[in-house]
C-alpha cells in the first residue's frame, strides 16, 4: 500500500461510513463470513492513523458503536450484495449507490464486465477514501460523484457518464436515513426521472427509535445539524411504498427476518412491519 496519511471524518455524518467499514472488517476475519472485503481493513487501519492520540477515545466510543451494530448491519451488507447481483441478472448495467461511504463493491464483486458503478457521498468522506484506494484496481467502471445529497447532484452524475435510458439499481444502504424527510423524498424525485424501465431501488422500512441508547450516542458523535433534536430524520418514511406506487414504480415488500432467516445469525426483529420495499421502474 501507499504510503498516505489521509484525513479520516472525525465528526458528521461521513464518520458514520468508518462505523460501517468496520463492522465489515470485522465480519471479513470470520471464518464463516457472509462476505468478504478486504479493502474494509485498510480503512480502519487509515482511519484509526489518522485519529491519533488525541482522537483515541473517539476512536473507542467509535469502535464500541460497530460492535452495538454489528449484528444488524453485517447481515445488511450481504442482503444488499444479493439484490444488486439479482438487479444487474435482471437487466441492470448503472449501479448508483447513494451515500456510499467506504462501499467497495465496484472492487470485490462478481458481475457482468459492462456493469458501470457510480457513488456519491460528501467530498470529505471521498477526500478520505479516494487516496486509500489508490493503488486498488475496481472490477468495473467506477467514477465518484462528489456531491451533497440535498443539494443538485443530477447534472453532475450525468456529466460523469450517467445514462438516463439505461437501466439502474439505485442503492440506499443507510445513508437516506441521515436526510429530513423533504430532501430524502426531493432525492427518490430525482433518482425517479433518472430511472429507464426496469430500473430497481430498494427501501428500507424500518422502526428506529431516535431515544435508544446507542442512537443517542451515535447523535453525540456525528454532532452538528444531522442529529439534532426533532428532526424527522427518518428517510422515505412509513409511506414510502405508497409514495414509490404512485410515482411509477411495480412495488413489493420483503420482510427483513425472511431475508435474513437463511443468514444464520441472529438478527431477527419480530416485527412483520420490517423489512425492504423493493421497488422496479414500470
Ligand atoms: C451509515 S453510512 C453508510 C455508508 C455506506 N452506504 C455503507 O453502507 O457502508 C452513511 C453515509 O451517507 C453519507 N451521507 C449522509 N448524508 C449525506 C448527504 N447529505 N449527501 C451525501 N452523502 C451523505 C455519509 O457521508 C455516509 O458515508
Redesign the pocket.
Known sequence: MTETRPEAPTAG??L??IG?AVIRARESRRPDRLYDDPLAQRFVDAARRSYGEEGAQRWARLEALADTFFEGRTVGVRLVDDRMVAAVEAGCRQIV?L?????TRAFRLTLPADVRFFE???PE?FAFKEPVLADAVPKYDRTVIA????EEWSEMLRAKGFRADVPTYWVD???LG??GRADALRVAETLTELSAPGSQFGAGRFHVDRNLPHYTELGRLVGGEHHGEGRDLSGLGPDAQNWLTAHGWRTSFRRWDDMVAPLNRPAAIRDAEVGLILAIRE
Open positions: 455524518v461521513a458514520t461510513a460501517v449507490i451515500g456510499a461511504g467506504l462501499d456519491i457521498d460528501l468522506l456531491a451533497d445529497l440535498r444502504e443507510g445513508s441521515y436526510l
